[in-house]
């Protein structure tokens, strides 16, 4: 029971003191309080003294700081003040316990302050230098590197790249580098780049930026295969490929090279084409490649004969080069070996200087000259006494440290460039391309200023081409000329030849062709086997010895009689016709012609013949007409000057004659026998009758 009322008795007690605490503090609450109901703040780096908040008291209430931590805050009043410069860096809040007293009245008032944060850090790089590796030819976008900075403020960060245009760029609000485009480890091997972090989007203050140094290297990659040295580098697209034009070399026909073999360019040497691996190359023969007359070292590329060689001519070695670590990285090149036959002597220049001018106007592809006063051209050769003249066809030329001049192959030397006046100095290369053996010899070109070259005692450009003028001039006068003179011989001959064949005289007696006429039918048997088959009435010496009788039973007897009396007067009027064109020309021919009428043939040179090949109708009246044959004379050019001065007699007294042809006609005489004729003279109306 008494144990039952105890306990009632202290829970009493504990309800009492509640409620008593409750009392007090509501009266103390009236005491003293913060402003608003939200803590108070300051911003960090604050000046000493600066006021955190102010506490509401009654009045007659004092104030006291019970908790302060860090002695960071004071009491002026019932401010409340910061008697330190706080750093939200290093503590962003603080908590104060106050303790307010009014006589027997008391309160602890709790009071946080908040520190405010400031920009007052700049970003921080953990390093100021990095360095990255990235392999060549890495695909666009790949990530190189994040380099991030930290800024004690917590302030978001901006990022920049500089420079931004070596291949690499900044992934969009990141620090992450990324490959901007493919990398060349022969073009660059590294790049320095800067890093920069801002906690700013712009540089407006207050701002702070940390800046890093990043080395970036490209890695070479095992991606090209060896490369024979020398060679020519060359870009396709991405790759890039050096080209070799191979290696020559010369050795003697049945002769043996003891030692290494001397190429050209250089002995056989490869290296990796990736040149940041630069890995070890070997060298081979591949099969069926002369092995058995060449070695190769396996190591060096040294070639080397194993035998002297039996067959001249080229003979073409492949070798392949290859790296030791990765065989599916080769290449191959070719050396050619020329067997020659063993020269003796190999060529020499005639002089080991020369000497050549040219005037500095003479234009592209003028010859040098061998003297200031002379045009003959300079002319270099190099003799080779290997062969009897000297000449070796073999042997070549070329110039060496010039571009303004060349020399033929027959050793002239031309200007290819227009070149200002003063020396120009270079060596002559003579090469026998049999094998290879050469010789040098220097040439020193003057090159005179314009119009000095060709004077005095010699003949300039301007000469030669008054000269050159000159000679046409009287080429064209004496062709003119010689062509005058041809026309006239011509025009003789044509007028002689008219008067070097006989006329032939027929007249139809009215009969169908292919008759024999009746009457006489007058021939000249005595002609029919000349050798002019082109003559008209010419008979082979059968078909005369079967015509011994013609027309009305007259024979040819009878023929040779009449010609015989009718040549003398026919002949006179011919020679009328024909005495003008005697005298007006001298005869071309080495004979001269004297025309007759005969029944037989001579064989007298300088005679021509007539006859008459038909019967002539006495009754028909039908005039028998001398007309001359358009053919040219045979005279000769010997004749002495008796027979000149006949043919210019007989010239005038045809000149003092009319130009009428005589006629030969038949008279009515004798008719019986048909040997009558009569020869008319138009002019002087005079009749010649002759009774055959």
Not at 83 to 89: G, P, Q, R
Not at 130 to 141: I, K
Not at 530 to 544: A, C, I, L, P, Y
């Amino acid at each position: 029971m008494e144990k039952k009322y105890l306990h009632f008795t202290l829970r009493t007690l504990l309800s009492f003191l509640l409620v008593f605490l409750l009392h007090r503090s509501t009266e103390a609450q009236q005491i003293c309080s913060m402003p608003g109901t939200t803590p108070p703040t300051i911003r960090e780096n604050n000046a000493v003294g600066a006021v955190v908040t102010t506490i509401t008291t009654e009045e007659g209430v004092t104030l006291t700081i019970a908790s302060n931590p860090a002695d960071s805050f004071g009491l002026n009043g019932n401010d409340l003040t910061a008697v330190k410069v706080l750093d939200y860096e290093t503590k962003t809040s603080f908590t104060i316990d106050l303790f307010c007293k009014k006589g027997d009245q008391f309160l602890t008032l709790i009071v946080v302050v908040l520190i405010e944060n400031e920009n007052d850090n700049p970003p921080v790089f953990a390093e100021s230098q990095y360095t990255l590796n990235v392999d060549e030819l890495s695909p666009v976008g790949k990530s190189v590197g994040a380099i991030v900075a930290t800024d004690a403020d917590k302030d978001r960060l901006y990022y920049s790249l500089v420079p931004d245009t070596e291949g690499f760029r900044l992934q969009e609000n990141s620090p992450n580098i990324l490959v901007q485009h493919v990398l060349d480890y022969d073009a660059v091997t590294s790049v320095t780049l800067i890093l920069s972090a801002q906690d700013t989007p712009t540089s407006t203050p207050p701002s702070f930026t940390a800046t890093a140094t990043i080395h970036v290297n490209i890695m070479d990659i095992d991606n090209r295969p060896p490369w024979f040295q020398p060679c020519t580098e060359i870009i396709l697209d991405m790759s890039k490929i050096c080209l070799s034009s191979g290696y020559t070399g010369t050795v003697n026909l049945t002769e043996q090279v003891v030692g290494a073999l001397p190429l050209l360019p250089g002995p056989v040497h490869a290296i990796d084409g990736d040149k940041g691996l630069n890995v070890p190359i070997m060298y081979r023969f591949p099969t069926g490649s002369e092995s058995d007359i060449f070695q190769i070292n396996q190591n060096t590329g040294d070639i080397t004969m194993s035998k002297a060689a039996d067959i001249a001519g080229p003979l073409t070695l492949t070798v392949l080069a290859l790296q030791t670590s990765n065989g599916d990285q080769f290449a191959t090149t070719t050396v050619t070996i020329v067997v020659v036959k063993k020269s003796v002597n190999p060529p020499q220049f005639e002089k080991m200087e020369y000497e050549g001018f040219i005037s500095a106007d003479a234009g592209v592809d003028s010859m040098v000259l061998e003297s200031k006063a002379s045009n003959r051209p300079l002319k270099v050769q190099a003799k080779d006494t290997d062969y009897a003249d000297g000449i070796n066809p073999d042997v070549r030329y070329e110039v060496q440290g010039s571009t303004e001049f060349s020399i033929t192959p027959q050793g002239f030397i031309l200007m290819t460039k227009n070149v200002m006046p003063g020396t120009v100095s270079m060596n002559l290369h003579a090469i026998d391309s049999s094998n290879a053996e050469s010789t040098t010899a220097a040439l020193k070109v003057e090159v005179m200023p314009e119009g000095v070259l060709g004077a005095p005692g010699g003949y300039g450009p301007g000469d030669m081409a008054a000269l050159g003028a000159s000679l046409a001039v009287l080429l064209v006068i004496s062709m003119v000329v010689i062509g005058l003179l041809v026309f006239r011989i011509q025009k003789g001959k044509t007028d002689w030849r008219k008067l070097s064949e006989a006329n032939i005289f027929r007249s139809s007696l009215g009969k169908g062709p292919g008759e024999l006429k009746d009457g006489v039918q007058y021939t000249n048997e005595g002609f029919q086997n000349d050798g002019d088959t082109s003559s008209v009435g010419s008979k082979g010496q059968e078909e005369m010895d079967g015509k011994r009788s013609i027309g009305n039973g007259v024979t040819s007897r009878a023929v040779e009689e009449t010609l015989m009396k009718v040549s003398a007067p026919l002949y006179s009027n011919l020679l009328l016709d024909t005495s003008s064109l005697a005298g007006s020309d001298k005869a071309d021919s080495e004979k001269e012609v004297k025309p007759i009428l005969t029944k037989e043939r001579r064989v007298e040179e300088g005679y021509k013949s007539v006859w008459f090949k038909e019967d002539i109708d006495p009754n028909a009246k039908e005039e028998v007409v001398i007309i001359p044959d358009n053919g040219e004379r045979e005279g000769d050019d010997d004749d002495d000057d008796e027979e000149e001065e006949g043919f210019r007699e007989e010239e005038e007294e045809y000149d003092n004659s009319s130009l009428q042809t005589p006629k030969v006609l038949f008279s009515d005489a004798d008719m019986d026998d048909g040997r009558g004729v009569r020869f008319e003279d138009s002019e002087k109306e005079k009749i010649q009758t002759s009774d055959l």
